[in-house]
């Protein structure tokens, strides 16, 4: 298996655009994570899925910020507009089972907001 | 939730048995111990799990005392490769985040 798949791996944009970051899960895992990873604020928990499903986003940073999971193999973060202090790593991870706690990490988005 | 304090940093040299302990006084029953690692501009890689004594594979040791309000990842031998940060977790997933919520590490420095 490839493992979890991000993408892009890397992002430039300019203020107040769109920016959407992507996440191939593992297949047959069905638990999904996204983080923010910053020097100053460490590793966050933005959301999580449970077989597509989301369950707790409360660590989603405010309403400019949305995770979507279509499907069993793909999910979304958006940023809408974006804002300079949204520059950090995104990561997505994925569980293979509820329950376990061996979760597999992408490489990662490195988002930058000029 | 149950939180978990660990040293911000620590040093050692190449080949020397490397020790960090997690404390983690409100861990519950169901709960489990699981330690990460993360290198510079990569996602944290899992390396062990445990829930009361003793664990081992083929990169660390896990001890676990008989009240499980501690933990500490045992690293053998350790060589530069080892530089990185170590997070320590608490909980399980069937709660939804707990599991899952990273601390702030300790950053391990190897040494020639």
């Known amino acids: 298996d490839a493992g979890v798949i991000q993408s892009p791996r890397h992002e430039v944009t300019e203020m107040g655009q769109e920016v959407t970051l992507r996440c191939k899960p593992i297949?047959?895992?069905?638990?999904l994570f996204w983080y923010r990873q910053t020097m100053m604020r460490g590793l966050e928990l933005l959301i999580y899925?449970?077989?597509?499903?989301?369950?707790?986003d409360s660590g989603m940073p405010e309403d400019r910020f949305s995770a979507k999971m279509p499907n069993a193999s793909f999910s979304t973060l958006k940023i809408q507009p974006s804002e300079p202090r949204d520059s950090a790593v995104y990561f997505c991870?994925?569980?293979?089972?509820?329950?376990?706690?061996?979760?597999?990490f992408g490489q990662g988005t490195r988002l930058t907001v000029v | 939730l149950a939180k978990t304090t660990q040293p911000i940093s620590m040093d050692s040299y190449e080949g020397q048995e490397v020790n960090i302990t997690c404390s983690h006084n409100?861990?519950?029953?169901?709960?489990?111990i699981t330690w990460y690692q993360q290198f510079p501009s990569q996602g944290p890689r899992f390396i062990i799990q445990?829930?009361?004594t003793k664990v081992t594979n083929e990169v660390a040791s896990l001890f676990i005392p008989a009240d499980r309000k501690s933990s500490t990842l045992s690293l053998p031998r350790v060589s530069l490769s080892d530089t990185a940060v170590y997070y320590c977790?608490?909980?399980?997933?069937?709660?939804?985040?707990?599991?899952?919520?990273f601390g702030s590490g300790t950053r391990l420095q190897v040494q020639p």
């Open positions: 991870a994925s569980l293979t089972r509820q329950g376990g706690t061996e979760a597999f």
């Open positions: 297949s047959g895992h069905n638990s």
């Open positions: 899925f449970n077989n597509n499903v989301p369950i707790d």
């Open positions: 409100n861990i519950a029953t169901n709960d489990y």
């Open positions: 445990g829930y009361k």
């Open positions: 977790l608490v909980g399980e997933t069937d709660t939804g985040r707990r599991a899952l919520t």
